[in-house]
């Protein structure tokens, strides 16, 4: 029975009681009906976010990048600053995405990508792992085949089908090269971006008065607080346009993988649920 000082609520989905204090949120429902809640949604959740969420943070790179060309030097700086953004949100999406479908059997896909933030050991580990493994490891930890096996792996793709998959694995492949062979600084400089951007940092426009070192003329940076070392964090990116589009181009490989990712793991729930009719009807 709940305390004197605890309320009762019952799980909507299943009638268990839910017990919980004065003060805190009602739960709506319990923690194993909330988790089968999330698993009979994670494929139409990976589906509706293969359609939009995945190629936002490009989409919104490449419009801050085409409005640099006409916009002051000031509106140029929050621009490039806001692209170095949506690159710490794409390498974000990108490790959470490649965690989730790796743990998808201990937890639904959708906490454990909902859940996710970026940190030192993941970001270290992930890039990592993309520079000193062979690719066929990562795909088969993700329970998906490399691109000659398409075809033995997925049998009721049409042949058209199999060629489209296999054609966006090969250059998702590159992609993953390429990402890997950003190497481990990149992999830091994204963990503590991606820290100050959870915490709250700020752009400024000049950091002489903070380190003594300052800016450059064509540099913009985010100030954040790292309140374990007690050291204030800066984060410097260039206003050149060529390096702008060399990230914008990064966010671009980054989303790409995102995208076959979640498409080949789709196309493998297809298969698996095919070969269970199939089982089942004889």
């Known amino acids: 029975m709940p305390s004197e000082t605890s309320l009762e609520a019952t799980c909507r989905d299943c009638g268990r009681p839910l017990s919980f204090h004065a003060?805190?949120?009602?739960?709506?429902?319990?923690?194993?009906?909330?988790?089968?809640?999330?698993?009979a949604r994670d494929i139409e959740f990976l589906t509706s976010y293969a359609e939009l969420g995945v190629t936002s943070r490009r989409i919104v790179a490449e419009t801050c990048l085409r409005a640099l060309v006409t916009e002051s030097p000031p509106v140029r700086k929050v621009l490039?600053?806001?692209i170095m953004e949506q690159y710490v949100q794409a390498a974000g999406d990108l490790v959470g995405l490649v965690r989730a479908l790796r743990e998808r059997s201990n937890?639904?896909?959708?906490?454990?990508?909902?859940?996710?933030?970026?940190?030192?050991?993941?970001?270290?580990?992930?890039?990592?792992?993309?520079?000193?493994?062979?690719?066929?490891?990562?795909?088969?930890?993700?329970?998906?085949?490399?691109?000659?096996?398409?075809?033995?792996?997925?049998?009721?793709?049409?042949?058209?089908?199999a060629r489209d998959l296999k054609k966006a694995m090969v250059q998702m492949l590159g992609d993953l090269r390429r990402t890997g062979e950003m190497g481990e600084g990149v992999a830091l400089a994204l963990a503590q971006a991606s820290t100050e951007a959870r915490s709250g940092a700020a752009i400024t426009k000049q950091s002489v008065w903070l380190d003594d070192v300052g800016l450059k003329p064509n540099q913009v940076a985010s100030i954040g607080i790292d309140e374990q070392r007690r050291t204030i964090n800066i984060t410097a990116i260039s206003v050149d346009e060529k390096r702008l589009q060399n990230i914008v181009s990064v966010i671009g490989a980054m989303t790409h993988i995102s995208g076959?990712?979640?498409?080949?793991?789709?196309?493998?729930?297809?298969?698996?649920?095919?070969?269970?009719?199939?089982t089942r009807s004889t």
């Open 23 to 39: 003060g805190e949120t009602q739960p709506a429902r319990c923690a194993e009906c909330f988790d089968g809640f999330m698993r």
């Open 107 to 161: 937890q639904p896909i959708m906490r454990a990508f909902l859940g996710f933030k970026l940190d030192r050991a993941s970001a270290l580990a992930f890039f990592q792992e993309l520079a000193s493994k062979p690719p066929s490891d990562l795909l088969a930890s993700l329970g998906l085949p490399m691109p000659d096996e398409i075809g033995r792996s997925f049998r009721s793709l049409s042949k058209g089908d």
């Open 260 to 278: 076959t990712l979640i498409y080949a793991t789709l196309t493998a729930h297809q298969e698996s649920e095919r070969s269970r009719r199939i």
């Open 80 to 82: 490039a600053m806001n």
